[in-house]
């Protein structure tokens, strides 16, 4: 059987993007590479449509995922059922293909009897398609007393993805950076909970909404392109220290 | 859901088995289905489960079809589309059940203890069946499970939960959902259920209070500490959600054994209507307890 690598940027945010360039212009040259871009909207109540959400929206009809708008408390389940949509929508895309390509027919047109095994193979695809899943998550002032449930949303994320029987990667951006910089890597694409536990516990909340930069720059760690921070060079350095000492 | 709700009076043409159903009226609305109570053209009554989502419905249908003579699911009769306008939906036809769901049903009436472990018992029973042949209920909720009035049987009504042991679980309610209250992975096991199925006792005894804030197992074990109910039982109860029991069957034992020995009560202090009559009748068995319940509240 096939293994399917599914890419996909969740863009989290509770307004209006305000600096840099447009977000739907990056979430479509994403989606030209191959990542699937889905945005998820913090609303400020549970009822009502909130206007400075449309623009959530319009990034996933750019980037070729879904969107959906929820409040803080549930960004988790939010994000678990976005991806688990997202992993079901490529599968049952891919597999439609072959179906078309090999029988010349459509799931639909097949007798509702024999389609029971076309859909057990799709959801045995689905459940071992490895995901690398990359949050950039909205950390501009608004956003200043949402933080604790917003961390506690990537810990939620991680705990449903380990259900599955594929590999699940987590990344995590935070936009803005800090000092002025447009975005921050948070924690690079892991498997291990208590890897990204300690470094979300540094996520705070303070500046503008530069989404277009962290779709951008999400895209350059999902393609594994992101430059090596300071700090990162100076870790990796005394790595090699240590080696030579030895 | 993306499709209009079909009218009272419509014709639902199946467009394989050519089979015509009139709707008469919906009897319930789920995320990606309805489901409506219809006549065929003999007359006979059925209820119609359409949605848009071929997937669903289609691994729905073969979960029901395989337990279909097993007495706690609905019967099922046929999996078929349905052309309308422009648009093409899926539907099942399924046995109608008269009666209540739980939720309908405790909202309404009161319930007691014994009467709680009674149904516990029952429902663990359905999925000690489902074990053996290697399957995980997954989304136990008050909603989909059914008191047919007519025989009191417990029916359970949706098997869209229902997942082979070893992969992930997609559909779930918070509330009876390990995961939700970190106490496990969302995969499928016999303890996945284990914990769900003690979840309802404990929804069924707290009923709406303290259940939606609480998030925490030390804390409603706490709670039912205040309550009159025995130190064995909460123990039980304990035990299932920190799924510490050695099987399933092994905690479905235990719960048989309670309400066997009237072992549920801290003291015998305070007796309702329902339970008089139990004991007046020394009901033996769960089902025909059941059959008691339905005689005083349906």
Known sequence: MEKVLIEQLIVVTDGRSNVGGSPMTAAKEAASKGVIVNAIGIMNNDHGEDDSLYEVQKIAEAGGGIWENTIIKNLGHTMYAVTQKTVNKTIETMVGKKLKEIMDTELEDIVPQARNKIIEYIDLLSEEAEIRCCIAMDCSSSMNNKMSSAKQSVIELMNSLKGRVGKSEVAVIAYPGQNGEPTRIVSDFTQELDMIKDKILTLKAGGMTPTAAAINDSMSLIKGEHELTLDEIVREDEGLLKKSIV | MGIDRLYCGEKVVGRWNKNIYEVTDLLGTGGIARVYKVR????????????????????????????????????????????????????IVMEYIDGVNLKEYVDKNTISIKCIVGVAVIIGKCFNT?????????????????????????????????????????????????????????????????????????????????????????????????????????????????????????????????????????????????????????????????????????
Not at chain 2, 40 to 68: P, R
Request: charged content about 30%; glycine content about 8%; some cysteine.
């Open chain 2, 130 to 298: 489902l074990h053996e042949e290697g399957l995980v209920f997954g989304d136990l909720k008050l909603e989909n499970i059914m008191v047919d009035k007519r025989n009191s049987k417990i029916k359970m009504i949706d098997l869209g939960g229902v997942t082979q042991m070893g992969v992930s679980i997609k559909e779930f309610t918070p509330l009876y959902d390990r995961a939700s209250f970190n106490m496990g992975l969302r995969r499928a096991d016999e303890k996945y259920d284990l914990f769900s199925l003690s979840m309802l006792i404990i929804v069924l005894i707290l009923r709406k209070k303290n259940i939606n804030v609480v998030y925490n197992v030390d804390k409603l074990v706490q709670i039912l500490k205040d309550i009159n109910i025995s130190d064995e039982f909460i123990k039980v109860i304990h035990k299932g959600l920190m799924q510490k029991e050695k099987s399933f069957a092994s905690f479905l034992d235990k719960l048989e054994k309670i309400y066997q020995n009237d072992h549920y009560k801290y003291s015998k202090g305070y007796f309702d209507k329902l339970e008089l009559a139990i004991n007046g009748l020394l009901v033996g068995s769960a089902m025909l307890f059941c059959g008691v319940l339905y005689k005083y509240f349906f």
């Open chain 2, 40 to 91: 065929d053209q003999g007359g006979d009554i059925w209820a119609l489960k359409v949605s848009e989502d071929i997937h669903s419905i289609t691994k729905e249908y073969q979960k029901l079809e395989k337990f279909k003579s097993s007495g706690w699911s609905p019967f099922v009769k046929e999996l078929d589309d349905y052309i309308r306008g422009n648009g093409k939906v899926h539907f």
